[in-house]
């Protein structure tokens, strides 16, 4: 999430490298450990610390994946791309998640933007009530339950199109508190998402500045705090994916200095966060996603925006050990993780040799996740 040899060279030397890094991976059967370029729309260019235009976002079951290819939201089947068929083509967007059954859930950007619900084969996306927020995170299960924030900022749970539940804040939240976004909701219902806390004491003109990951459990008792692995102000912990155990993965961000740590925190939450630390070849890093039940997490190892020594790399970690790196698509271009599924897929985005920036699924991933030699 340095090699001079090339890419496919690379997977098959690096398959042998993963020695006692961790429990097995439940791998898919007869897989090939390679890395799978997918169908793309332009544009196709990479700019370092952006939001990519490529890449995939999540996993279904069989070839499924969802994503984002030249801006627009889209899905592949196999390498063969889809485009979502939004009522103006020049909209912008992404496909955020998908569930086992292939309901996918997607965003359309900007100022009118709006939450969809869609099925491969259906004439036009579904546009989920009262949503309009921009940029919005969002989520689905296997029951068919979305969850994310409506225009109004109230997080929600929504069935079939319809509001079945509103997700408050813990009572002894503080004042000028919000819930900032929601990104997870596991098998079993609990949903994931962050509260911040921005507010002025009257009284002596303090700012205070800080936010917390909050689960609000499947059996509709109140919202539980997660300790933040973060000290608050400029250092906050962004919690990003949630497996069916419980176990919650993102990571610290400390701003303005774009420094990333990835972090884990491990039911029933009653403790700090943990870390495993970073890739041995960069000084930060994320986790954006974990697999259903075999406790893989993934994301991206990072440097500086200004201070790029090494391109960002794709990076797994299968739950024990260091964190392993993820085969480059080229030798010198940049790579991101964002999916990772108990067949030992993971998606995300890689620059190929020309510079260009494609969709790309590693298969047979732990098999091709290696501890790089400094």
């Known amino acids: 999430m340095r090699r001079s040899m090339p890419a496919a060279g690379a997977v098959v030397v690096l398959a042998g490298l993963v020695t006692a890094a ?3 991976v439940a791998a898919e059967a007869k897989c090939t450990p390679k890395i799978q370029v997918l169908g793309h729309l332009a544009p196709d260019t990479y700019v370092p610390d952006t939001t990519p235009t490529q890449g995939v976002l999540d996993l279904g ?8 290819s030249g801006g627009k939201p889209v899905y592949w089947t196999g390498t063969t791309l889809h485009r979502i068929p939004l009522h103006d083509a020049t909209l912008t967007g992404e496909v955020i998640a998908v569930n086992s059954s292939g309901l996918m859930v997607g965003r359309v950007n900007g100022e009118n933007g709006y939450l969809f619900t869609y099925r491969a084969g259906n004439a036009a996306p579904t546009p989920l009530p009262g949503t309009g927020w921009p940029d919005i995170e969002a989520d689905v299960n296997d029951a068919g339950y979305v969850t994310s924030l409506t ?7 929504w069935k ?6 509103e997700l408050p804040l813990p009572a002894d939240s503080g004042p000028g508190t919000r819930v900032k976004m929601i990104t997870a909701v596991n098998t079993r219902g609990d ?6 806390q921005d507010y002025e004491v009257p009284e002596t003109g303090e700012h205070k500045w800080w936010n917390y990951p909050l689960v609000w459990p499947a059996d509709g008792s109140p919202a ?4 933040p692995s973060g000290g608050g102000g400029f250092e906050d912990s962004y919690v990003q994916d949630m497996d069916d155990s419980g176990r919650v993965v993102g990571y610290d961000w400390l701003g303005p200095w774009h420094e990333y740590k990835p972090f884990v925190w491990s039911p029933p939450h009653t403790g700090p966060a943990s870390s495993p630390g970073v890739l041995n070849t960069h000084p930060y890093g994320t986790f954006e996603a974990i697999s259903r039940t075999t406790n893989v997490s993934v994301g991206t190892a990072k440097f500086h925006p200004e201070s790029q020594t090494l391109p960002d790399q794709a990076q797994l970690w299968p739950g024990s050990g260091p964190v392993l790196a993820l085969p480059r698509l080229s030798p010198n271009g940049a790579s991101t993780a964002e999916a990772v599924s108990d ?12 510079g260009k920036l494609r969709p790309v699924i590693w298969t047979c991933a732990s098999k091709q996740a290696y501890l790089p030699q400094k």
């Open 22 to 24: 961790g429990p097995a």
């Open 61 to 68: 079951t069989g070839n499924l994946a969802v994503g984002v």
């Open 151 to 157: 225009a109004q900022g109230v997080a929600t749970v």
């Open 160 to 165: 079939d199109g319809q509001k079945v539940r």
């Open 191 to 196: 949903v994931l998402g962050l509260a911040e």
């Open 224 to 227: 539980r705090s997660l300790a």
């Open 343 to 354: 067949r030992d897929r993971v998606g995300g985005s890689a620059v190929n040799a020309k």
